[in-house]
């Protein structure tokens, strides 16, 4: 029986430790997530590895003859057994759940006593980002070795926002405002991804984030977001900040989604219908798609400035 059970935890152990299951580990939150993940892991390798062995051992020693059709001995039961084996899985889960709750507020809490505060706000099918100085950009953009205190806000229906790096999930609620702590590791570019399905575009719903150096992101920030800032971008930085490509396959702009229609084929001679179709969407409604999918608040969440930008990209762009 031992040799059965050593078998079934080396053979489950290897698969657990040698096949990368995880992603990198970029935050320290993930430390903990990791923490619990493995904990659950081991507690579930030598549970496996016991009931093998039972089940094996009796397998082959209480196999009956091909001939035998007789009943089995009548048992009632076994009060030791049964108290370990109530007792056991009270002590795993008790433990599981008080690992999980420390993690969990650990993780709450910021580290250091200046964390940086970023605004996010999800919407169908996109993420922007608002950082410090009123800083807006489709990306997020996080300092390394630094809390980052996200807060999450949607425009309509319930995301969820998650970076497999950083382990952590948090659903985006219209009405409330949730919070989120990264302190990132290491610099790099990964996926924020939506893990909620909120739509027709759920699959695209995808941004980037930056982790940079403290000194990098304060340059970022007094520059007022460098190139992705609209002053300096123009039209492009408009469309990527308010997320056009959420749901508008524009070659110009390198995206390809198909929730609305593509804006390659705009007429790039009439300024006034591009402009129509940004503030006002459903006036007039595209051939093969619906009414009322667009949000129809971009005349007060963009300047006249960044409206005339945006229009002017799309009208060079198109046609
Ligand atoms: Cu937003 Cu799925």
């Keep these: ?9 080396v053979a489950t152990a290897a698969v657990a430790l040698f096949i990368p299951w995880l992603p990198d580990q970029v935050s320290r939150e993930r430390e903990g997530i990791d923490l619990t993940f493995w904990l659950a892991t081991w507690i579930c390798i030598a549970i ?22 007789s009943d ?16 056991v899985p009270f002590v795993l889960v008790v433990a599981l759940g008080t690992v999980s709750a420390v993690v969990l507020t650990q993780n709450d809490r910021a580290r250091g006593a200046n964390p940086n505060q970023v605004s996010v706000f999800a919407q169908q099918f996109t993420w922007q980002f608002e950082h410090p100085n009123g800083v807006a950009s489709g990306t997020l953009r996080i300092p390394v070795d630094r809390s980052t205190v996200l807060t999450l806000r949607s425009r309509d229906v319930i995301h969820s ?8 999930k948090k659903d985006v609620v219209p009405g409330i405002e949730t919070r989120l702590v990264i302190t990132p590791k290491r610099t790099g570019s990964f996926d924020v991804i939506c893990t909620e399905l909120c739509g027709l575009g759920h699959s695209l719903m995808r941004a980037r984030v930056e982790v940079m150096p ?19 971008g123009g039209g492009e930085a408009v469309f990527q900040q308010a997320g056009c490509g959420g749901c508008h396959a524009f070659a110009p702009a390198g995206t ?6 593509a804006l390659d084929d705009l007429p790039g001679d009439d300024e006034e219908f591009v402009r129509r179709s940004i503030v006002d969407p459903d006036a007039e409604v595209a051939e093969g798609f619906q ?3 667009m949000p129809g608040d971009y005349e007060e969440r963009l300047s006249a400035e960044q409206l005339d930008a945006l229009v002017q990209y799309l009208l060079e762009g198109s046609g």
């Design 72 to 87: 089995g001995p009548p048992i009632h039961g076994h009060t030791g057994l049964e108290i370990a084996w109530t007792a």
């Design 161 to 168: 926002f998650w970076v497999k790096e950083f382990g952590q």
């Design 48 to 69: 496996f590895a016991i009931v093998a062995a039972v089940i094996g051992y009796a397998v082959l020693k209480f196999r009956a003859d091909p001939d035998d059709d």
């Design 256 to 261: 390809s989604a198909q929730i609305g229609p």
């Design 291 to 293: 009414a009322g999918v």
């Design 214 to 232: 403290q000194a990098e992101y304060s340059r970022w920030l007094e520059e007022g977001g460098g190139e992705d800032a609209p002053e300096a």
């Design 1 to 9: 029986m031992l040799l059965i059970g050593a078998v079934a935890f």
